[in-house]
């Protein structure tokens, strides 16, 4: 780049929107994910590597974790519900809706977008409270042979 056009671009970011330019971070990849979180060598290689229908009760443990880590202190549920591990959970399908029964029945925590998007139907529809939606999904996991 000549002397001219450097020094003009130096002193006028603004004339080519240099202002407002931004590097897409790369941190959305899977692998990145992993690195950035600080994961164990054997929770990256369950998480980046694995099928997520693949999922044992263990790399479920690992990944509810780093996902109540990560984001205990958000109060945001978007930030909760879009998180790699929780997403990961997700991906998993039917075959793990018997972890998030087990583990929603162990502690009240948010897994009724999780189960929601997995049985394609609102179980806890009406209910008032977190506790309520937890006693139904529960009771249909006890129904329907998950628990």
Known sequence: ????????????????????LRVRPTFWRLENFAE??????????????ADPQDLTAAE?????????ADTRFHSSLSKKFTHWAYLTI?????????LILRDLSD?????????RYIVRRDVAAGTQSMEDARTAWL???RENNYL
């Open 60 to 68: 479920f443990d690992k990944l509810a974790q780093a996902w109540r």
């Open 139 to 141: 009771q249909w996991g």
């Open 107 to 115: 502690r009240l925590d948010h897994w009724f977008y999780a189960l």
């Open 36 to 49: 950035k979180a600080n994961l164990t060598e054997a929770m990256k290689t369950s998480v980046v590597n």
């Open 90 to 98: 997700m991906a998993a399908g039917k075959p793990v809706l018997p």
């Open 1 to 20: 780049m000549n002397n001219g056009l450097s020094r003009f671009l130096e002193t006028h970011p603004s004339k080519i929107g240099l202002r407002n």
